[in-house]
């Protein structure tokens, strides 16, 4: 399991319910996704993040602020095929995890330095409740086609989370159960 972060759904300050869900799950990775706060609060948040992550031996993902992971010496970078475009990652961070939507991104992904994929939404989920789900079967040819780690997203809970291991995606992301410890 990999948690992606939503300050606005949290139950509770975002660094005590990161702590909170480690120590529940165990997850793989935390990734700090959150568009909705200013740079400074993210990088305030992010610096701590880290020290509980690192605490803990989970990998840690800074998303989209390139300006903050560099400042920060983040390992690992998670970003949208665009902004990849427009930086140099060369021999900057471990990991390069890039979200895709469709096989035709799957190549660009990985020839931008991308070290993982994060593909969805798989099923109805309500962060995007009017967009239709990919679906498993859409997951299992990406899976097939791409040449690197695909983590699956979108609508994931404890009884359809085999479902995307079994087609393929080394893992799975969750984010609003994470943020609310109901997974």
Do not use: W
Not at 49 to 61: A, E, G, M, S, T
Not at 99 to 124: C, D, M, R, W
């Amino acid at each position: 399991m990999i948690i992606f972060t939503d300050v606005k759904s949290a139950i509770m300050p975002l660094d005590k319910l990161v702590l909170a869900a480690i120590k529940k799950y165990n997850p793989s990775a935390v990734y700090f996704r959150d568009k909705s706060i200013s740079d400074k609060e993210y990088f305030d948040m992010a610096k701590k993040l880290i020290d509980i992550c690192k605490k803990h031996n989970v990998p840690f993902y800074i998303c989209h602020r390139y300006e903050i992971a560099e400042q920060l010496g983040a390992k690992n970078f998670h970003t949208n095929l665009n902004l990849l475009s427009k930086i140099d990652t060369n021999h900057k961070f471990d990991n390069i995890s890039v979200p895709i939507h469709s096989k035709q991104e799957i190549e660009l992904a990985i020839k931008l330095g991308a070290t993982n994929l994060v593909y969805g939404h798989i099923f109805e989920t309500f962060c995007k409740k009017d967009l239709s789900p990919r679906g498993l079967d859409s997951l299992k040819e990406i899976c097939s086609l791409s040449k690197i780690p695909v983590i699956a997203i979108g609508g994931i809970n404890g009884k359809n989370a085999q479902k995307v291991l079994d087609m393929g995606a080394c893992d799975f992301a969750v984010m609003s159960s994470a943020m609310t410890l109901t997974f």
